[in-house]
């Protein structure tokens, strides 16, 4: 058993449920995951994260890897206190502080968001699961078994047909696709990881399939870009009803919590989106 303490202004439970990670459950308290090619299971108990690994040959890397993948020395107060500006946020805040956006891999945030188009998260985490059980590696811990998600390579050695096979529909020849280009460094993510959000999004986008809420998506989960902003149903529903109480387009919508929230309108989103989905939209909206 690892140890990672103190930890403090952290839920790990929001962090986790929240949509923006899609390779974890809960199971008596204990959330099970993989991250790293390491089957994690991990509790959290008041400050203290406790951590049982499928490898726990290097216990520091270990800690250091999840400090790092939780964003744990990132000041939240700071954030939450620099959008906490109403009454809707006030609330969210409340109910979910302590949710933190994650540094997740780059290349499985990047393919997990392209099997997200159109989807729920349920037959998201079906997907990932039946690819990773298809291409990737096995690995075991408390009698469970899961697998690794498999790297660019390994499903550019397999086809189009296979992923198909898995489920994906139309967004298999999309994921085929964005393996081959990170796998033949057309895009090389050691360099996108070091651009601006613009430049990053631009690239992301100049993908096959992957449109303006997938390049946010993993701008935001993966490469720390707090101003990126990922439009979906949730999010212009609360922009046009909570703020704007009119229609609005993307670049509307957008300029609005930018001008409103500040630099952390990433954060502002993801605060008020968790708690539409899981409290409901109608509870905000009574605030």
Known sequence: MIEIKPVSDFNLYHTLSCGQAFRWYEDDGWFYGVVNNKLLKICQEDDTLLVESSDESDPIQLQQYLWHYFDLGRDLSRILDSINKDQYMNVSIEVCRGMRIMNQDLWECLGSFILSQNNNVLRIKQMIRKISEEFGNPISLDERTDYTFPAPEMITNGSVDQLFQCGLGYRASYLFNAAAVVAEKQLDLVWL???????????????????????????????????????????????????????????????????????????????????????????????
């Open 193 to 287: 990881k070091s651009q601006s959000y613009l430049v990053a999004k631009q690239e992301l986008m100049s993908l096959r399939g992957i449109g303006d809420k997938v390049a946010a998506c993993v701008s935001l989960f993966s490469l720390g870009h707090g101003e990126a902003l990922p439009i979906d149903v949730w999010v212009r529903r609360i922009a046009e009803r909570l703020y704007l109480k009119r229609k609005a387009s993307k670049r509307q919508i957008l300029e609005f919590f930018h001008d409103y929230f500040g630099e952390y309108i990433g954060y502002a989103q993801q605060y008020l989106f968790h708690y539409a989905r899981t409290v409901g939209f109608k509870e905000l909206l009574d605030h």
